[in-house]
């Protein structure tokens, strides 16, 4: 940038002592008024460039970082973006995690293809979308599993969700394949840990007590 600016200035004063000086003739003030007018003009051409292109990188930056964290194949936050959030989390505010399973997950990809799965996880991650909150996000915490972060959420109105995303999920039309369910498990801070790690924990817990319990239901867990 400075060495920029003092290429600018020294091929500035070459045109204007050699070209503009002779036109605008002896007078002094007539010289100033002038260099000013110009070097005024090249300065405001040469930030507005200067900005342009600070804008358009700054694009560029922030749909490179977008698609650094955005799983490519359900549109969800991906695990790298789950775990840089969670270091952010608030230990002021209360907020629950909903661990999200997919039941029977193989037998799509087994029996129909991998297509198939692909296309489960597509419609199950759009309607973990559409049933969560402005405020919330939803991540592919690993293949079939997702984990959505209800923020300023108690437990209870994070079991509501949760019930309302396993409601939504089992109403999924995938004929002529068999009906999609999930399994979820609830935890919620500051009710059933201290650290975002034992709520991780436990909602996970809660999860895998879900599926073996008989599957397509939530289970909350507390210490």
Avoid: W
Avoid at 139 to 167: D, M, P, Q, T, W
Avoid at 173 to 179: A, E, K, T
């Amino acid at each position: 940038m400075l060495i920029s600016m003092v290429i600018l200035g020294i091929v500035y004063g070459f045109v204007y002592h050699y070209l503009a000086m002779p036109l605008l003739g002896d007078n002094e003030f007539v010289h100033c008024l002038g260099s000013g007018t110009i070097f005024g003009l090249i300065a405001y051409f040469v930030a507005v460039n200067i900005t342009h292109k600070y804008y358009k990188l700054e694009k560029v930056y922030n749909t490179l970082k977008r698609d650094i964290d955005i799983d490519q194949l359900t549109g969800l936050y991906n695990r790298r973006a789950f775990d840089h959030y969670i270091k952010k989390i608030s230990k002021d505010k209360v907020y629950s995690l909903i661990f999200i399973d997919v039941d029977n997950f193989r037998k799509f990809n087994n029996e129909f293809g991998h297509d198939s799965g692909d296309a489960v996880l597509q419609k199950v991650s759009a309607t973990i979308k559409n049933a969560i909150r402005q405020n919330d996000r939803a991540y592919r915490y690993g293949g079939e599993e997702i984990v959505v972060v209800l923020n300023k959420c108690s437990k209870h109105n994070a079991i509501k969700i949760g019930e309302k995303i396993r409601c939504n999920i089992s109403s999924i039309d995938n004929s002529p394949q068999p009906s999609i369910t999930v399994s979820l498990g609830v935890a919620s801070y500051p009710d059933d840990g201290r650290d975002i790690s034992t709520i991780i924990k436990l909602s996970d817990e809660a999860l895998l007590e879900a599926k073996k319990s008989g599957k397509n239901r939530l289970v909350y867990k507390m210490i």
